[in-house]
């Protein structure tokens, strides 16, 4: 069955960097498009970036410049490399799958779900 586990969350301090992984398993990884996403506490989660299966990536305006969304398709890994990090960044990260190519990569429409990595920056 489909597996997404993430890993790679911490406490950083702001202005810092992390990088999350998410290790896929049980589908073929190449052909899903591939989401981040995060919650904070009483708040909704919200998409942070997407890469669909031939590459293209969509970033919330939140993280542009800041968060870089790559696949490594040999590995079957998807990751977010974090810099610059702000305490507004502090939540869940979760990691998504789907087969569909998304008319809108940053919603939640996506079908698999990890049980995400607690990312924490302080200020």
């Known amino acids: 069955q489909v597996q997404l586990v993430e890993s790679g969350g911490g406490l950083a301090q702001a202005g810092g960097s992390l990088r999350l992984s998410c290790a896929a398993s049980?589908?073929?990884?190449?052909?899903?498009?591939m989401g981040w996403f995060r919650q904070a506490p009483g708040k909704e989660r919200e998409g942070v970036a997407a890469?669909?299966?031939?590459?293209?990536?969509t970033y919330a305006d939140s993280v542009k410049g800041r968060f870089t969304i790559s696949r490594d398709n040999a590995k079957n890994t998807l990751y977010l490399q974090m810099k610059s990090l702000k305490p507004e960044d502090t939540a869940m990260y979760y990691c998504a799958a789907d087969l569909a190519e998304l008319d809108m990569p940053l919603s939640t429409e996506y079908g698999y779900w990890g049980q995400g990595t607690q990312v924490t920056v302080s200020s």
């Open positions: 890469v669909d299966d031939d590459g293209t990536s």
């Open positions: 049980g589908f073929t990884f190449s052909t899903y498009s």
